[in-house]
């Protein structure tokens, strides 16, 4: 089992990533000395695989569960599926040190770790992601919310979980599309942050996607890695955590534009990545080669790089990016490659050059 400490202060926590980790779970959760009620927020899918397995482990460690399950998809992630969950809560009699578990992807993820942020004003947080996408990045950092019908996350808060479990096991029952969406964080990571990891991704393709357990242990272990030392310098994002965007602009403003149904995550991302990579060729004088480089990369792996858009659609996505999180004095702000594994955030970007980027994703 690999083990990473995410460093801040009273509130450092550990994520495990190893196999079997949800039928060990109630132990863990003893050691952290937390109240004996808890609640299990998971989804429909994620439910009929490890519910009654997390359940019966934290039964089993003494504890008082109950399981809570909402919708599957990233239509669950908002405001009145939060008010059917405090009502739950309420009903179970959940305390101050009683706790929630996260049991699934970045949708239960973040709407888990809301409830947990907001509920009698904070209660404590574990993470236990199952799918690829969670593990290296929803579930690690303290990023939680739901969205609104303007935009993605525009309702949330910083709130740190006290431990992550990331159990390669459940990969096994992870479908194809999921897999594949979640490698849009794993590949991000490379153009951000460490040009040999993406060498070594290009480089080891294969053994990913055949999803060899040595292999993807190391790969989920580096994005944690990287996403550690970025939160641990800046928690709240107020300088380099902004780089963790990178293709996120965009990407959230076509997940918007489609009802969050249409996209995953990670394939409007895939996109947006590209799109960023564009923008930074034209801004920074980022290689057409490495742009080339990085679309290969996303098309190897099985996931868009482009998306035909109407004249109508592409104003609704310009007028969805204006309302993302990174506007700052009404001014989109993107995070922008000089080079692959080096990146800048905070640049604007004129209309015209937007205008051009955004009708050219096809």
């Not at 779970?25 to 609640?39: H, M, P, Q, S, T």
Request: glycine share 10%; hydrophobic share 45%.
């Amino acid at each position: 089992m690999r083990t990473i400490q995410v460093e801040l202060g009273t509130r450092t926590y550990r994520i495990a990533i190893g196999s079997n980790l949800i039928k060990n779970l109630g132990v863990e959760c003893r050691a952290l000395a937390l109240g004996d009620k808890c609640a299990i927020i998971t989804d429909s899918n994620v439910s009929s695989h490890y519910g009654e397995v997390a359940f019966q482990s934290l039964k089993s460690a003494g504890f008082d569960p109950v399981l809570v399950v909402i919708p599957a998809g990233e239509i669950s992630k908002n405001l009145s599926e939060v008010q059917s969950c405090y009502e739950v809560l309420a009903g179970h009699r959940v305390e101050r040190k009683s706790f929630i578990v996260a049991l699934g992807g970045g949708v239960v993820g973040d709407l888990a770790g809301f409830l947990a942020a907001t509920y009698l004003r904070g209660i404590p947080l574990v993470q236990v992601p199952t799918t690829l996408l969670a593990q290296v990045d929803s579930s690690v950092g303290g990023k939680v919310g739901v969205n609104l019908k303007a935009g993605k996350n525009l309702v949330g808060a910083f709130y740190q979980p006290r431990y992550v479990a990331c159990d390669q096991s459940v990969f096994a029952t992870l479908p194809d599309r999921e897999f594949k969406a979640g490698l849009a964080e794993v590949i991000k990571y490379g153009i951000i942050y460490d040009q040999s990891f993406f060498a070594k991704i290009e480089q080891n393709l294969k053994l990913l996607l055949d999803r060899d357990p040595v292999f993807l242990t190391e790969v989920v272990a580096r994005c944690c890695e990287i996403k550690a030392e970025i939160v641990a310098q800046d928690e709240t994002e107020t300088g380099l955590r902004a780089i963790l965007n990178f293709g996120h602009t965009i990407g959230h403003g076509l997940e918007a534009i489609s009802g969050y149904g249409q996209w995953l995550h990670g394939e409007a991302i895939s996109i947006g990545q590209i799109a960023a990579a564009r923008l930074s060729a034209r801004i920074l004088g980022f290689p057409e080669s490495e742009v080339d480089r990085i679309r290969t990369l996303f098309a190897r792996v099985g996931l868009p790089t482009r998306i035909n858009l109407s004249e109508e659609q592409q104003k609704r996505l310009l007028e969805a990016m204006n309302v993302d999180k990174k506007v700052v004095s009404g001014k989109i702000k993107f995070v922008l490659a000089r080079s692959v594994g080096v990146v800048e955030f905070g640049h604007s970007v004129s209309e015209p050059l937007l205008n051009e980027i955004v009708g050219s994703l096809d």
